[in-house]
């Protein structure tokens, strides 16, 4: 049982490129959500997924994109990497409402 | 607005030594808080969830308090251990939507030999 699997662990992205982080969760979990973490800053909610095929906006959900085709995957897309999305980002998954969130191990993001 | 504050932002105490942490937020109504602890470089992991009629859950040497009529909530840590170091992140789920969490900065705690 893996748990909630982010790839990569680390990536440096140049302005403008573009590029997937991927989420991938075992526990046959119907919510999963993309967080970004700075520093002083709570989690900030990016976008969500109750279930496959329905996902919703967050907090902060420009410049990003997601899908959720499987019950199992939730990748998050960079549409066109700016700085202020350097930013550590985590994704995570839970049964539902009464249940506490399983976070992934993050992935460390710098847009230079 | 929904927010949610930690004090103190960061704390050092002895190992073996008692703290306490705490949380006061203005989400209201919320259908639960949580605590997380963070250690560096991982993402959160799950210490307790408390509803709003629930006055105090515990895990092992946490205990998490709650007073759902002053909005303030507490995390006791209990003979602390040197890997108790970590953020610990106080979370309010809104009643209107669980998805939409409200974390606080977190509190990080370093736990000296």
């Known amino acids: 049982n893996a748990g909630v699997t982010q790839t990569p662990k680390f990536q440096v992205l140049k302005t403008g490129q573009s590029m997937t982080l991927q989420c991938a969760q075992d526990?046959?979990?119907?919510?999963m959500s993309w967080y970004r973490q700075d520093p002083g800053m709570g989690l900030r909610l990016i976008h969500y997924?109750?279930?496959?095929?329905?996902?919703d906006q967050g907090e902060v959900p420009n410049g990003y994109n997601v899908s959720r085709s499987t019950t199992e995957d939730f990748p998050l897309r960079l549409l066109s990497a700016a700085p202020s999305q350097t930013s550590v980002y985590f994704c995570?998954?839970?049964?539902?409402?009464?249940?506490?969130?399983?976070f992934g191990s993050g992935t460390r993001l710098t847009v230079v | 607005k929904n927010q949610v504050e930690q004090s103190p932002q960061s704390l050092i105490i002895l190992e073996g030594k008692n703290c306490t942490l705490q949380?006061?937020?203005?989400?209201?109504?919320?259908?639960?808080l949580r605590w997380y602890k963070q250690d560096t470089g991982r993402g959160p992991v799950s210490l307790t969830i408390?509803?709003?009629?629930?006055n105090t859950k515990s895990n092992g040497r946490y205990t998490a308090t709650l007073d759902a009529d002053t909005k303030q909530s507490s995390l006791h840590i209990t003979a602390s251990q040197l890997s108790d170091s970590a953020s610990y992140i106080c979370?309010?789920?809104?009643?209107?939507?669980?998805?939409?969490?409200?974390f606080g900065t977190g509190t990080r705690l370093l736990v000296s030999p």
């Open positions: 995570a998954s839970s049964y539902g409402p009464d249940y506490g969130y399983t």
């Open positions: 526990m046959n979990h119907e919510y």
């Open positions: 997924s109750v279930g496959a095929g329905i996902t």
């Open positions: 949380c006061n937020y203005t989400v209201s109504p919320f259908s639960n």
């Open positions: 408390m509803t709003f009629s629930e």
């Open positions: 979370v309010v789920s809104p009643n209107t939507g669980f998805q939409k969490l409200v």
